[in-house]
């Protein structure tokens, strides 16, 4: 099974993006999902995590209240609505999946390729 992360791409500060994450090859709908991002010469951190039935949700402290975690468990996708982005924003954004919902990032079985999110005037 893997997962395939999209939506990347170039904005300016205070604009707007929806990555998405596909699971493909089989099915990850029963589990977990998250996203994490790696920026420029930094470790890769936890984003925004998502139980399989919606009803638990973590978001980093830096991210709360900007960016919306979603799941579409029929097509096996979760989403990350990013709004008012910042520069510090910039980073590499990868979707994951866990048995159980977590932010720990060696708890994630499965990973995505990342996807670019660049924010600059």
């Known amino acids: 099974v893997q997962l395939q992360a999209f939506g990347g791409g170039l904005v300016q500060p205070g604009e707007s993006l929806r990555l998405s994450c596909a699971a493909s090859?089989?099915?990850?709908?029963?589990?977990?999902k998250g996203w994490f991002r790696q920026g420029p010469g930094k470790e890769r951190e936890f984003v925004a995590s998502?139980?399989?039935?919606?009803?638990?949700?973590y978001y980093a402290d830096s991210v709360r209240g900007r960016f919306t975690i979603s799941r579409d468990n029929a097509k096996d996708t979760v989403y990350l609505q990013l709004t008012d982005l910042k520069p510090q924003d910039t980073a590499v954004y990868y979707c994951a999946a866990a048995a159980f919902v977590t932010k720990r990032l060696e708890d994630y079985e499965y990973w995505g390729q990342g996807t670019l999110v660049t924010v600059s005037s």
């Open positions: 998502i139980s399989k039935k919606r009803g638990t949700i």
């Open positions: 090859g089989g099915s990850l709908s029963t589990y977990n």
